[in-house]
């Protein structure tokens, strides 16, 4: 009886976690969805410690206390520009959580009977090995976004063989484990491996792929919690879990057709990318702007569009940059804003960055809206975009961008690009685009640049 | 077990489905939600906490009981904050 009471519960708040998904999906219900896919999970966090009759509830209310503590800290104090960084982390955490709930399972098992099912082995192992792998993995997309390591395609010697040759040994795992299901050794030594192979199968990834790596990862820890619900027997974790997994491969492959670049390409590409494009340094020169060039430019002309990236983010210019709209806006110059999808570090990362600098949100427009009136533009102000204003993507096709849409930033009559340097930017890709005849960097940082430029237009 | 497949056959397809039409500018916190959500592993490492595991067992599921939360609840605060940014100037 009591039983069923809260096997129907779960169902209830399985239904609130799905009903909170599909309202994410949708702009005016997308605040409600969450608030309700959180309220669900407190009540299962509830009803789970009431069906285990509360047992041991000093020690697990403060390890809730301390995790919740440092959960609202970050969430709440992270800029905006950390934020893919972030998620990757929390992703990551819940591979580790997912990792030890299966071996602490299948230890109090073995401490129990000697011998488990084949289906316990199995999803312990798929717990274990997916868990493992997101947890590194996650972490890896996490130092690469924080710029801790290198963002490029980290590529080494027989780097192929190796990466084939631990996913081999995790499945040899499973064998071994499957005829010796008693042997706690074997789970551990599984994890381990899947460890390393969670930073083998990453950090052959460029930085500016990363958004697609940490949706892939997000899945992937939703399978590990699915997996982990047929370990603990628990329903609503299969439910949940597989609804995480499934819902983040179709969001991994939006974001891959955002990109018009298949999934492999983005996972293994790098290891037939061919190597004189990631080496090669700058040849042509490229002409430099002074900010009251750019000034000039800008304020003479009649349609201006901006086209912002991730470098926007970085140097926190948001405001910067609608403070600098506003001015030319004053002088009669109409303003766009291009939004390329995979600009900034995630998709949507830029329309949320401009929303918070009260860019208006009808001035933003997106890759299809926008290319054609490329053309008719007299300036085009790139502030920190690469890969996506990259005309290699078109043509070259040794280019790892080749067939990614872009924005046809090069067809402006005049292209302003602030940049911090001459170097390739994050992915290590040479962009033409900064040596044509119509273009012009203003070097340094985006931030600063914006404020001598506004200053300048304000003299005019 | 037979059981439990049904399930996750109906719940992965329930997924796909759920996902089919995301504005772009959703897919982040659309990411962050379902990134919450993943954090439900958060349930397993409770009830395994409440049974007796003896010393290590009981360690790593107050360790998973810890990060789990962290994804949890972490995960929804962020992605409320990143809706609210939208809030002001919806529709077009």
Redesign the interface.
Known sequence: MNNIFYQIIFLLLAVGLVIGIKLLSSPKTAKFGNALAAFSMALAVIFTLAEGGFNKFMPIMACMGFGSVVGIAWAQRVKMTAMPQLVALLNGFGGLASVLVALSETMRFLSLQADLSLGFAITSWVSIVVGAITLTGSVIAYLKLEELMSTKAIIFFAQRFITILFSLSVLVGLIFIVKNPACIFLFLLTAFISAILGVLLVIPIGGADMPVVISLLNSYSGIAAMAAGFVVESNLLIIAGALVGASGIILTRLMCQAMNRSLINVIFGAFYAKQSILLKSEQKPMREFSPMDAAMFLSTASRVIMVPGYGLAVSQAQRNLRELSDELKAKGVNIFYAIHPVAGRMPGHMNVLLAEADVPYNELYDLDQINSEFENADVCLIVGANDVVNPDSRTNKDSPLYGMPILNADKAKTVIVLKRGKGSGFSGVENPLFTLDNSGLVFGDAKASLVKIIQEVKSI | ?IM?IY??VL??????E?????????????????????????????????????F???L?????????????????????????????????
């Open positions: 077990m439990q399930i996750l719940a992965s397809l329930l997924g796909f759920v996902i089919s039409k995301v504005p772009t500018m959703l897919h982040t916190p659309l990411m962050s939600g379902s990134n919450a959500i993943s954090g439900i592993i958060l349930l397993g490492a409770l009830a395994i906490a409440m049974q007796d595991n003896g290590f067992g009981d790593m599921a107050y360790l998973a009981i810890f990060f789990a939360t962290i994804n949890v609840v972490g995960g929804f605060f962020v992605t409320d904050r990143m809706l609210g940014m939208f809030k002001k100037k919806s529709g077009r």
